[in-house]
């Protein structure tokens, strides 16, 4: 019986510290943008083709500066 009261005890202490976290969190504006979220899965592919494109010019300014040399 005596597991029981040290089970709720620890557990009653995780509760409160996730609270404080949470309230914590919430303070500090984490959950203050809820429109972008939504729309960014819009958007990735965009990203991804321009990093993409970026590396594609990294490779080639590094292909011509090895012939250069």
Do not use: C, W
């Not at 943008?33 to 958007?43: A, E, G, I, K, Q």
């Amino acid at each position: 019986m005596e597991v029981v009261y040290i089970t709720i005890g620890v557990s009653i202490i995780v509760a409160i510290f996730f609270f404080i976290i949470f309230i914590k969190s919430v303070k500090s504006g984490q959950y203050e943008d809820t429109y972008t979220p939504s729309v960014r899965m819009l958007f990735d592919d965009e990203l991804v083709a321009e990093n993409d494109k970026d590396k594609h010019k990294d490779t080639e300014n590094t292909s011509q500066s090895t012939k250069n040399k």
